[in-house]
């Protein structure tokens, strides 16, 4: 101990000895200087690299947003068929790249420069993807555009892309650091120099400590801003899928409604009336709601509305199978032609089932109209209320089931006064047939083509100056141009002709008395 300290003694005369020599001083204060540049020339490199290296590292941060903007202005593009919204990716895809290529000019580095066109490389793989999505948007290709968006190779390809940029990303930030460390380093070794340069130089070394702290500060700074950004990036990204997310599943409810409202349509069109297409839109409509109990109602000659289908309607209680206008929910829906939905009062009435008997909490009469006109009302017992869904589906469908019921009707009535028509003309004993306006046949009562010796079916089709008219009672041809039933073609009557003679099958010629009417 007594020896160890007796050295230490030594080495103290030895250091005031060598700062009594003015020599010894003189190399000092060169040494100082020396290191007083070299520590201004390493303090401005690393300020000029750690700017650098912030400057990069936010580049590569924007690069990432850009690219994620890119994405969201397509996905809002193609949701909302909103084609401005695409023109908004071509000057942001510039911005993308040529922040990357600022970012490479900025480096300095290979590797970094390396690393940061690998992210640019990545990223174009993806764009490709993009611009064709982009390119049926333009088309207005929509669907096509937003398979391509919503596919497996596009979101796959975007994975990817956000784990290898974050790689190189990494690669970047760990080159940064190393770049930084070296830095340090050869500060600390100036440092050093500082310590073993007297109490001038160790001073020296305590103000470039003070500013490296400072720097570091600085340093940390900017890091936890870039953190802070990098959470509310994380938000927004997770904020905006959720939306998406969303979106995509109101659009497959909305789908599926729309395959729902298909279906409908193909039943109703194709029943062979009025009775059955009631009956199919009924049942849709109970089947969609989950109703109890319904019924159909649609207006007959009178005015009255007449119940053409029912579902689950009791046998031993008599309700009215027909209203009038303002009378009760039915007649009121039909004279206001708007929606009624009614409360009933707790256990006013009540729904038999197998098992027992439910009172509804709701009851919905709904008008149902085809271009504006009343053509029939549907009632629904409704256990629970209902949903905005439903209400939203039934609005679109109550247009669809009008139309095919007007159709329907209409049908029936055409049939009906078809078959009364063909029952008139069977019936008389006078001869009675049809043409087009080129002198066809369109139609003949059994009595015309008994009297030309025709079948009905041969005859329909045929030229009928042809075949019956074509010559005088005495032989001589008659030009059709000259045939007075052509009057009637332009909108004449011709009544009394019988000065005139049809020819038979057989070739005989019959005389005859007609009149022909448009």
Not at 330 to 339: M, Q, R, Y
Not at 399 to 409: D, G, K, M, P, Q
């Amino acid at each position: 101990m007594k020896t160890t300290m007796q050295h230490v003694k030594k080495i103290l005369k030895m250091i005031v000895s060598v700062l009594n020599n003015s020599k010894s001083l003189y190399s000092a204060v060169g040494i100082m200087i020396l290191a007083a540049g070299f520590n201004y020339y390493f303090d401005y490199t690393l300020n000029k690299v750690q700017k650098r290296n912030v400057d990069i590292r936010v580049a590569i941060e924007k690069i990432s947003l850009l690219e994620q903007e890119l994405a969201n202005f397509l996905y809002l593009a193609v949701i909302e068929h909103n084609l401005n919204l695409a023109r908004r990716y071509d000057s942001t895809k510039t911005a993308l790249n040529t922040e990357i290529k600022q970012a490479i000019g900025r480096s300095g580095n290979r590797n970094i420069s390396k690393e940061i066109s690998s992210i640019g490389e990545m990223y174009n793989k993806i764009a490709g993807i993009a611009d064709a999505s982009l390119a049926l948007m333009k088309e207005d290709k929509w669907k096509e555009a937003r398979n391509i968006l919503f596919g497996k190779e596009f979101i796959e390809a975007r994975e990817t892309y956000y784990i290898d940029s974050q790689i190189a990303s990494a690669t970047v930030s760990n080159e940064i650091e190393l770049i930084e460390k070296k830095i340090k380093i050869a500060d600390t070794i100036i440092l050093a120099v500082w310590i073993s340069s007297l109490l001038l130089i160790l001073c020296v070394g305590i103000l470039f400590s003070s500013r490296t702290k400072a720097d570091m500060a600085e340093q940390m700074r900017l890091r936890r801003e870039i953190e802070a950004s990098n959470i509310d990036l994380e938000r927004r990204i997770n904020e905006r899928t959720e939306e998406i997310r969303l979106y995509s599943a109101e659009m497959e409810e909305e789908a599926k409604l729309e395959a729902t409202l298909s279906n409908l349509n193909a039943r109703i069109q194709a029943a062979s009336n009025a009775s059955e297409a009631a009956k199919y839109s009924l049942d849709t409509i109970i089947d969609f709601f989950k109703a109890a109990r319904g019924a159909l109602f649609v207006p007959e000659a009178g005015g009255r509305l007449n119940r053409k289908a029912s579902y689950a309607f009791p046998v031993h209680i008599d309700i009215p199978d027909s209203f009038g206008l303002n009378e009760g929910t039915i007649g009121k829906c039909a004279l206001k032609g708007e929606p009624i939905l009614t409360v009933p009062p707790d256990q006013s009435f009540w729904i038999q089932f197998g098992i027992g008997s439910v009172p509804p909490v709701q009851v919905l009469t709904y008008p149902l109209k085809s271009t504006g006109d009343l053509i029939g009302v549907v009632e629904l017992c409704l256990i629970e209320p209902m949903t905005e869904r439903q209400e939203k589906w039934l609005e679109k469908a109550s247009e669809s089931i009008a139309t095919a019921l007007r159709i329907a009707r209409e049908r029936e009535e055409r049939e009906i006064a078809e078959e009364r028509l063909r029952q008139i003309l069977e019936s008389t004993d006078e001869g009675i047939f049809g043409m087009d306006t080129e002198g066809y046949v369109t139609f003949i009562n059994p009595s015309a083509a008994a009297m030309l010796g025709y079948d009905e079916e041969y005859i329909i089709k045929k030229h009928f100056h042809t075949f019956v008219h074509h010559s005088y009672g005495d032989g001589t041809p008659y030009p059709p141009e000259s045939c007075r039933m052509r009057a009637a073609f332009e909108g004449e009557k011709i009544k009394g002709v019988d000065t005139e003679v049809f020819w038979r099958r057989d070739g005989t010629m019959i005389p005859v008395e007609y009149s022909a009417t448009p």
